[in-house]
């Protein structure tokens, strides 16, 4: 239920969201005047986002990949760019694909890699208590099974050698470049979700050298990076014996690894 009228003026709403940096300040007072459900909540809704905390944190939910993704606060924001990881790995599936979300946040990709496939075997990892809590609501339409825990390791055994597409938008952020991040990002976001190490790729090493295991014949691994750091994503999948390429869009400033898995 919105509020009308509101109990502050739209105006007054813009101009604090402006003050405190918000470039599209008119389009959050909109949302967060159709989102709030008393006049009290508007005003806690206005001042927790201007002291900083995402807009996403504020409302509770993510625009997606044309769905609303439910983010808790202290939850990685699902950000626009990995749409392209979705249209990609959705390229590549087939329906009824056995799919592996590793690092599912919200489980934002999963559920978008779902609702575009039709249908899906869908498994989903995130190292993060609240971030599986997200991802459980998230993708529960779906009867996708969710697991917490690092990387591979809560997944059942049965998976090895079953997967059609394994996505993996791991933490790919230099540890030295975190203090350059939006403090939206920096303070609001968890650290376990951004930090990729000295050179940004720890995660994706670990993720690129087990997926042999685990890729059914001809299945598909495909990672989110940055294009800086994409030939030594690339490195690290050709490695694991996965013939590699890129992908990217320069629209969205999105760049994409796929390995495949030698076979069919």
Same mark, same amino acid.
């Not at 109990?7 to 003050?19: D, G």
């Not at 999963?110 to 997200?134: F, N, Q, S, T």
């Given at each position: 239920?919105?509020?009308?009228?509101?109990?502050?003026?739209?105006?007054?709403i813009? +101009?604090?969201?402006?003050?405190?940096?918000?470039v599209?300040?008119?389009?959050?007072a909109?949302?967060?005047?159709s989102?709030?459900?008393?006049?009290?909540?508007?005003?806690?809704?206005?001042?927790?986002?201007v002291?900083?905390?995402?807009?996403?944190?504020?409302?509770?939910?993510?625009?997606?990949?044309?769905?609303?993704?439910?983010?808790?606060?202290?939850?990685?924001?699902p950000?626009?760019? +990995?749409?392209?990881?979705?249209?990609?790995?959705?390229?590549?599936?087939?329906?009824?694909?056995?799919?592996?979300?590793?690092?599912?946040?919200?489980?934002?990709?999963?559920a978008?890699?779902?609702?575009?496939?039709?249908?899906?075997?869908?498994?989903?990892?995130?190292?993060?208590?609240?971030?599986?809590?997200?991802?459980?609501?998230?993708?529960?339409?779906?009867?996708?099974?969710?697991?917490?825990?690092?990387?591979?390791?809560?997944l059942?055994?049965?998976?090895?050698?079953?997967?059609?597409v394994?996505?993996?938008?791991?933490?790919?952020?230099?540890?030295?470049?975190?203090?350059?991040?939006?403090? @939206?990002?920096?303070?609001?976001?968890?650290r376990?979700? %951004?930090?990729?190490?000295?050179?940004?790729?720890?995660?994706?090493?670990?993720?690129?050298?087990?997926?042999?295991?685990? %890729?059914?014949?001809?299945g598909?691994?495909?990672?989110?990076?940055?294009?800086?750091?994409?030939?030594?994503?690339?490195?690290?999948?050709?490695?694991?014996?996965?013939?590699?390429?890129?992908?990217?869009?320069? @629209?969205?400033g999105a +760049?994409?690894?796929i390995? +495949?898995?030698?076979?069919?």
């Amino acid at each position: 239920m919105s509020l009308s009228p509101s109990p502050l003026p739209h105006s007054v709403i813009v +101009t604090r969201l402006r003050a405190a940096g918000c470039v599209f300040a008119e389009d959050e007072a909109r949302l967060l005047i159709s989102t709030a459900r008393t006049p009290a909540d508007l005003a806690t809704m206005v001042d927790r986002r201007v002291v900083g905390l995402p807009l996403e944190h504020v409302v509770g939910w993510a625009e997606f990949c044309g769905l609303r993704i439910a983010v808790e606060p202290g939850v990685f924001v699902p950000r626009r760019r +990995t749409g392209f990881l979705v249209r990609q790995a959705a390229a590549l599936a087939r329906p009824d694909a056995v799919v592996v979300d590793l690092c599912c946040g919200s489980g934002a990709v999963g559920a978008a890699l779902v609702a575009a496939l039709g249908r899906a075997e869908l498994h989903a990892v995130d190292i993060d208590p609240a971030a599986v809590r997200c991802a459980r609501r998230n993708v529960a339409a779906t009867g996708a099974l969710v697991y917490e825990g690092d990387l591979y390791r809560p997944l059942p055994a049965t998976l090895r050698g079953r997967v059609d597409v394994l996505v993996a938008n791991a933490p790919y952020v230099p540890t030295g470049a975190i203090g350059l991040l939006p403090p @939206e990002a920096r303070v609001h976001e968890p650290r376990v979700a %951004l930090d990729g190490g000295a050179d940004g790729l720890d995660v994706q090493r670990r993720v690129t050298a087990a997926a042999p295991r685990w %890729l059914a014949p001809g299945g598909h691994l495909l990672i989110e990076t940055s294009e800086r750091q994409a030939p030594g994503t690339l490195e690290h999948v050709a490695r694991s014996g996965l013939a590699p390429r890129v992908a990217g869009s320069d @629209e969205l400033g999105a +760049t994409v690894v796929i390995g +495949t898995m030698p076979g069919r």
